[in-house]
T-cell receptor
Framework: GEDVEQSLFLSVREGDSSVINCTYT??????LYWYKQEPGAGLQLLTY?????DMKQDQRLTVLLNKKDKHLSLRIADTQTGDSAIYFC?????????????FGTGTQLKVEL | DTEVTQTPKHLVMGMTNKKSLKCEQH?????MYWYKQKAKKPPELMFV???????INESVPSRFSPECPNSSLLNLHLHALQPEDSALYLC??????????????FGPGTRLTVL
């Protein structure tokens, strides 16, 4: 099947904004999520967006959703070194009686001083 | 308590060994999941338990055998693994996987090496 696509790598300077993009596959996904994974750790939910919204802001995080193009983005304002991690988008797909998550390929964010 | 715990943190096993991975949550969640994650790759779903019953098996080889003894515990029994099974095994839980909003809480994972 199709993959949920993300660009592999993003490098930014501390204090700049970061924008991570995601193209998902299922237009019927009701919720879309952004997870963060630090080295050697599990995944941590950062934020999510309901499919009938086109934007959601949560402190330094802004999520934009373009349903027509199945495109999702995560903007991190004032990026800090602690934001260095791998970021995964995930779509929720109804299957087998429940909602399973399919993760994107992941974007490694490196924040330089 | 919003934590999912996993033991052991690291595991090295031979191809003839039998071992088990354990996962525990005390958030009252009724759905629990096993994922396999290779380096620099996204997590891949293996199994879903809903209300202690197996709901999804993503065509996982029988050398991986899940078990859900109660609503707080999830085990993954390993037997006759192959070196390509070496990976980070992540456990997750969520309130109820039939909910449209299905936030999953992840444990830190078990780093498995098969020699």
């Amino acid at each position: 099947g199709e993959d949920v696509e993300q660009s592999l790598f993003l490098s930014v300077r501390e204090g700049d904004s970061s924008v991570i993009n995601c193209t998902y596959t299922d237009s019927s996904s009701t919720y879309l999520y952004w997870y963060k994974q630090e080295p050697g750790a599990g995944l941590q939910l950062l934020t999510y967006i309901f499919s009938n919204m086109d934007m959601k802001q949560d402190q330094r995080l802004t999520v934009l959703l373009n349903k027509k193009d199945k495109h999702l983005s995560l903007r991190i304002a004032d990026t800090q070194t602690g934001d260095s991690a791998i970021y995964f988008c995930a779509e929720s797909i109804l299957t087998g009686g429940g909602n399973k998550l399919t993760f994107g390929t992941g974007t490694q964010l490196k924040v330089e001083l | 308590d919003t934590e999912v715990t996993q033991t052991p943190k690291h595991l090295v096993m031979g191809m003839t060994n039998k071992k088990s991975l354990k996962c525990e949550q005390h958030m009252g969640h009724r759905a629990m999941y096993w994922y396999k994650q290779k380096a620099k790759k996204p997590p891949e779903l293996m199994f879903v338990y809903s209300y202690e019953k197996l709901s999804i098996n993503e065509s996982v080889p029988s050398r991986f055998s899940p078990e859900c003894p109660n609503s707080s515990l999830l085990n993954l029994h390993l037997h006759a693994l192959q070196p390509e099974d070496s990976a980070l095994y992540l456990c997750a839980s969520s309130q109820d996987w039939t909910n449209a909003y299905n936030e999953q809480f992840f444990g830190p994972g078990t780093r498995l090496t098969v020699l």
